[in-house]
């Protein structure tokens, strides 16, 4: 019998390009989605009086969207990904791609408070 035949080159590429890709953006989503989980704790803990009625079950699912939502947010970054890997600029990217990670991490955590503050606060009775 014959082993499977081997990925076409550039098939080949496409997916060490993505395992790499991987290795580095996943283990970083779990510390993204902590410092999401960190921000909505602490709006909830300091604004405790006012939150506490929004607290049923009927919360879970609408919160769970929006985690998804965080999290598909997230992923748009092997569009950026992927392209610079397979440029003349990946020795850079490989490099600096923490600091797109920071912004990025940055960028959320300021819409989720604007979203909190103006969008679900203001509603919570």
């Given at each position: 019998m014959n082993p499977t035949p081997p990925l076409p080159r550039t098939m080949h590429h496409l997916s060490t390009d993505f395992s790499s890709a991987a290795r580095f953006w996943e283990l970083r989503r779990i510390f993204y989605n902590l410092v999401l989980f960190v921000v909505t704790v602490t709006w909830v803990v300091t604004t405790w009086p006012h939150f506490c009625p929004a607290f049923?079950?009927?919360i879970i699912p609408p919160?769970?969207?929006?985690a998804l939502l965080a999290n598909v947010c997230y992923s748009a970054v092997y569009l950026v990904?992927?392209?610079l890997v397979r440029s003349t600029l990946?020795?850079?990217w490989l490099r600096w791609r923490w600091a797109l990670w920071v912004a990025g991490t940055l960028f959320a955590v300021v819409l989720e408070n604007y979203w909190i503050a103006?969008?679900?606060?203001p509603f919570v009775r």
């Open positions: 049923t079950l009927e919160l769970t969207v929006l990904e992927l392209p990946q020795a850079s103006d969008e679900i606060f």
